[in-house]
């Protein structure tokens, strides 16, 4: 059996290229992906947990901590698509804070767009990290502390909020002032 490097779909030995993206079979065994800086197995975020977290975080999260993943699994193509969902995620909540405060823009346009966002990532690197990981890992990595990430996340989120109510506070002095 083989293995494709890049997404992990298995095929039979007499296949030479992956159906789903066109990349390099590998040997099933053993896994062909570097271990850890100390020969053992990488210290990874779990990418399962990071998606789910991207829920309330938006893909930025998420496609942030794949793409350290990635890195560290030594897949140097994943982590860069990652991060340009990363940055796509902060150019899109860059544009939807400015707007937040045009009428004629209408709301249900940035939620649509929200959603195809966490979607699209999702589906298109998020899914197969996570099947990835489960598959060649299962349980046996080790897991890198979520404190950091949850705190910087939760501190963002919370700015984003004060900065939010205090331009609407703004936006109503200005109107009651005329």
Avoid at 24 to 34: D, F, G, K, N, Q
Avoid at 103 to 125: K, V
Wanted: glycine letters at 8%; charged letters at 15%; a positive charge.
């Amino acid at each position: 059996m083989k293995r494709c490097s890049y997404c992990g779909k298995e095929y039979d030995d007499t296949v030479t290229a992956c159906a789903v993206d066109g990349q390099a079979l590998v040997p099933m065994s053993p896994p062909a992906i570097p271990a850890g800086p100390t020969g053992q197995s990488p210290a990874l975020w779990n990418p399962n947990a990071a998606a789910c977290w991207s829920l309330l975080f938006t893909p930025a999260f998420g496609a942030y901590l794949h793409a350290r993943n990635a890195e560290t699994l030594g897949r140097a193509d994943e982590a860069k698509a990652n991060r340009v969902w990363f940055y796509l995620s902060i150019a899109y909540l860059v544009v939807a804070f400015v707007t937040a405060f045009i009428p004629a823009i209408p709301e249900g346009l940035f939620r649509l767009a929200a959603l195809g966002l966490l979607l699209g990532w999702y589906f298109s690197l998020g899914k197969k990290q996570i099947k990835y990981v489960r598959d060649v890992w299962r349980d046996g990595y080790e897991r890198k502390p979520w404190k950091k990430p949850l705190l910087i996340a939760f501190g963002c989120l919370a700015g984003a909020f004060v900065a939010l109510c205090g331009l609407a506070f703004a936006e109503e002095l200005f109107f009651r002032s005329q």
